[in-house]
């Protein structure tokens, strides 16, 4: 009896502190959720658990990531606020800095300047936004077109090569098996992000502007510029991300970007970001980054077509926008 008496109140404390913290629970279901991927996505396909998955895995996620790191910054802000034009940004920018590299400027200083359009980008994304009072759905939708029919138009569609070998150290390269891309860009960037969320008074301005930007404007946080800001930062972490493209790749596409929009709106809410904002952190995004890649992954190796693809990633995204309405009651309930 005694032990049983123990392990109930075990288990109602830690259910109070998961009603204390939903993101908690959240990061937790996401985990669970990450473990049956695996081992579905291996039940499905032999080859997924060989050994060569892994970095391949790892590499394909730090480009994706990125852009849902970006995302989740914009989402958590509110407004609400959201950016459909990161993929076409991957594009353009890459386009740009290819262009750069052609006309005989170093890859490195050329990459520099391509994160410097991604920022400007982002700019207009949060120009149209916030200050003009542009819905950010039509806005960023028509972004998304006028940045990527610019990266089309500007190459007639044809990819741009010229790329040096060593460029590839970013992109192809790894450290201690572990891609460079993965283990030298994404989980810094990931970490500096969170602790700016958790640690910091800019964080806490962005979940205020989130939770209710009229009192975060009386309290004196200026919500516009703390909103372009963020647009600005997706637009730079979606630069970074063309940069890794084209170091993997040696080459940049027009196309890069495509459909990646999508799937980065996907990634934040699945990892726990309210779709109006003041809901969110970093480690959800990151667990739903391992989810997608891995159901991707897993499900081409298994030979399943696209479309069933893009239908799984349908059902996730509807799945998360209504799970994420259970744990934004169940925080006002743990209050």
């Known amino acids: 009896m005694t032990s049983s008496a123990t392990g109930a109140r075990t288990i109602g404390s830690f259910v109070d502190r998961l009603q204390g913290d939903p993101l908690q629970a959240r990061l937790l279901l996401l985990l669970g959720l990450w473990v049956v991927s695996l081992v579905a996505m291996s039940l499905l396909s032999p080859y997924f658990l060989q050994a060569r998955t892994v970095p391949y895995l790892l590499q394909y996620i730090p480009i994706l990531g990125l852009l849902g790191l970006g995302q989740t910054l914009v989402i958590l802000a509110g407004g609400p606020g959201i950016d459909l034009s990161v993929g076409s940004i991957v594009s353009l920018v890459g386009v740009f800095t290819g262009a750069l590299v052609a006309a005989g400027i170093g890859v490195w200083p050329a990459s520099a300047a391509g994160i ?15 200050v003009l009072r542009i819905p950010s759905l039509m806005a960023t939708l028509a972004t998304m077109f006028a940045f990527g029919g610019l990266a089309l138009a500007s190459t007639g569609g044809r ?21 460079n891309a993965f283990l030298f860009v994404l989980l810094p960037v990931a970490l500096v992000l969170h602790v700016m969320l958790t640690r910091t008074v800019t964080g806490r301005h962005i979940v205020a502007c989130g939770n209710d930007d009229r009192a975060a404007h009386l309290a004196g946080l200026n919500v516009t510029r703390i909103r372009v800001g963020l647009y600005m930062l997706s637009g730079v972490l979606a630069a970074v991300g063309s940069v890794i493209s084209l170091s993997w790749f040696l080459a940049a596409r027009p196309d890069a970007g495509r459909g990646m929009e999508l799937l980065s709106v996907t990634i934040a809410v699945l990892g726990g970001t309210h779709i109006f904002g003041g809901t969110g952190g970093i480690p959800g995004t990151i667990v739903a980054i391992l989810i997608v890649t891995t159901l991707q992954i897993g499900l081409q190796l298994a030979n399943i077509s696209a479309a069933w693809q893009l239908g799984l990633i349908g059902v996730l995204l509807i799945a998360s926008v209504s799970t994420t309405g259970v744990f934004r009651r169940l925080r006002g309930t743990g209050s």
């Not at 410097?116 to 916030?130: E, H």
């Not at 990819?159 to 572990?178: A, V």
């Open 116 to 130: 410097l359009l991604g920022a400007g980008l982002g700019f207009v994304n949060g120009f149209l936004v916030n």
């Open 159 to 179: 990819p741009i090569g010229g790329f040096p070998e060593e460029f590839g150290w970013l992109g192809q390269g790894t450290t201690f098996g572990m891609p």
